[in-house]
């Protein structure tokens, strides 16, 4: 063969090389990861999630691809951003970040099936028709974090037993927490005490919140499960340090970063679940097909060390209850 038609035959083969990469890509199933909270404090759960869809043989990257959208404490942003995902024609939707985003993602789109991770439940919130048969294009894993709110005045009480007036913080922009509110008050009234209610929907309302709770001496605060109000644990320990109130919250995240105590299901566990659903489905399963997973255990984690600095004395009993004490 001649050099002048070797050159030739080379160039054609080349021309080809960008439609193969192509089409390699485009049958690269892509996952839409919808959030509600912000990339950077939320790297370890999406880490766990990326380790559920390694479990069933997917690979970011490698043979499947994710979009992320955050709305980063906005939930205003979520229903434009599930748009985005089911206008991007994504293989299945990750609606992870509470229960907001889920239900932007239920209403953005029927066929394209969801899995979520919610904290309250997601049969009462209208997810899902049942827990074993979910039915239509959305299934996933319920933390049931609301549902612990009862729990978690008792478990004040015990650590403070003159914690008549608590201080519960919520966020009013996120539709779900009427019902955690509910049920916090039961279980207040339930040992005697009653619950004030904080609102904070920016980080700027923080500090005007615990000036308030200080002002009004509340014996004890409970922080509301609430994704925005996780993304800012950081910001609320140290106002809980600063103003030397006793807390409580809902995943052991705020106790790992210098919180006093929490109690709830592991949060991790739940985005590893996720990601073992969605990788199942890319696999073939239908979402209506797989059950709603839900947890076995329900975790409650003391910081010794908060609780030194508080001038607090665990008591025995509550000791032993504790699944972790961080010393």
């Known amino acids: 063969m001649r050099r002048r038609e070797f050159m030739t035959l080379l160039g054609v083969a080349a021309a080809g090389w960008p439609l193969a990469v192509r089409a390699q890509q485009s ?75 889920a239900l932007a993602a239920k209403a953005a789109t029927t066929t394209i099936p969801i899995v979520f991770t919610a904290g309250g439940d997601a049969v009462k919130i209208g997810l899902v028709s049942s827990f074993n048969k979910p039915g239509g294009n959305i299934t996933g894993v319920n933390l049931f974090f609301t549902e ?5 005045p008792e478990l004040l009480r015990l650590l403070v037993p003159n914690a008549t007036a608590i201080a519960m913080l919520v966020n009013p922009n996120n539709p779900t927490s009427s ?50 109000l996780m993304s800012q644990r950081d910001q609320l320990v140290r106002l809980s340090a600063h103003h030397a109130i006793p807390t409580i919250a809902f995943s052991r995240e705020f106790t790992d ?38 947890p076995t255990k329900f975790e409650l984690v003391i910081n010794l060390k908060t609780a030194k600095a508080l001038g607090l004395e665990i008591p025995p009993t509550l000791l032993a209850r504790a699944d972790e004490v961080i010393e």
């Open 257 to 294: 970063a210098g919180g006093l105590m929490s109690y709830g299901t592991s949060i991790i566990n739940g985005y590893r679940q996720t990601g073992f659903y969605v990788g199942r489905i890319l696999k073939g399963d239908k979402a209506s097909g797989l059950p709603v997973l839900q």
């Open 27 to 101: 049958a690269m199933p892509i996952i839409g990861f919808l959030s509600s909270r912000s990339p950077a404090e939320a790297a370890a759960v999406v880490n766990a999630f990326r380790s559920g869809l390694g479990e069933v043989g997917y690979f970011e990257g490698k043979n499947v691809a994710i979009e992320y959208r955050w709305a980063e404490g906005r939930y205003d942003r979520l229903p434009a951003l599930a748009s985005e995902l089911v206008n991007r024609q994504v293989s299945v939707i990750a609606a992870t970040g509470g229960d907001v985003s």
């Open 179 to 228: 019902t955690d509110q509910k049920d916090v008050q039961a279980g207040a009234r339930s040992i005697g005490a009653q619950v004030s209610i904080f609102t904070a929907s920016r980080e700027s309302d923080f500090e005007q919140a615990f000036a308030k709770i200080a002002e009004q001496k509340m014996s004890a605060l409970l922080i509301g499960d609430d994704p925005f």
């Open 148 to 152: 612990m709110g009862a729990k978690r």
